[in-house]
T-cell receptor, first 113, second 116 residues
């Protein structure tokens, strides 16, 4: 049972344009969501997070939007840069005690110069 | 402190052999997690510790898998009688939880296991 889904395995974007990565979840008990970026031969790197009490969180070029009614979140990268090319994972967890993360399958972003 | 470290980075073993991986977390992080990642998938949770205590284990963690964190610092993950299906990247993460910290997990580079 895939509780967190990233339905687009890959995305290609021109440098300077907006990248939008999408993520859907099925478990309404999830209340904290994170995005990680992963380069080859490295572990995932934390990028940005959002609590379920918010619908938007922004950090520089990265903004995460949460639509709880649709059980959907998205990561916007503006403007996209070639160094953003990586695999992006959406993750979720439940409860305010932290704990395990449930990851999506990942979306490989390619930003072309 | 440069982050979470894992050793070895790569391990090739024959089916039926035992393997052990080590994870050194970021200093003073009280939580330590183990995940497994196979090709084309996101990391899957295996188990985690808060200090020395193992707080949760996944059903993925069969009897052949055991993890320890004896002094609340580094952790080891042992796989006994390895099978080809154990081939994966094993990721360790650490975090601070409590006293205002929100348990944001920082990952190591992983140990890639290949079982022949």
């Amino acid at each position: 049972d895939q509780q967190v889904k990233q339905n687009s395995p890959s995305l290609s974007v021109q440098e300077g344009r907006i990248s939008i990565l999408n993520c859907d979840y099925t478990n309404s008990m999830f209340d904290y969501f994170l995005w990680y970026k992963k380069y080859p031969a490295e572990g995932p790197t934390f990028l940005i997070s959002i609590s379920s009490i918010k619908d938007k969180n922004e950090d520089g070029r990265f903004t995460v939007f949460l639509n709880k009614s649709a059980k959907h979140l998205s990561l916007h990268i503006v403007p996209s840069q070639p160094g953003d090319s990586a695999v992006y994972f959406c993750a979720a967890r439940r409860g305010n005690q932290g704990g395990k993360l449930i990851f999506g399958q990942g979306t490989e972003l390619s930003v072309k110069p | 402190d440069t982050g979470v470290s894992q050793n070895p980075r790569h391990k090739i073993t024959k089916r039926g052999q035992n393997v052990t991986f080590r994870c050194d977390p970021i200093s003073e992080h009280n939580r330590l997690y183990w995940y497994r990642q196979t090709l084309g998938q996101g990391p899957e949770f295996l188990t985690y510790f808060q200090n020395e205590a193992q707080l949760e284990k996944s059903r993925l963690l069969s009897d052949r898998f055991s993890a320890e964190r004896p002094k609340g610092s580094f952790s080891t993950l042992e796989i006994q009688r390895t099978e080809q299906g154990d081939s994966a990247m094993y990721l360790c993460a650490s975090s601070s939880f409590g006293r205002g910290f929100r348990d944001e997990q920082f990952f190591g580079p992983g140990t890639r296991l290949t079982v022949l």
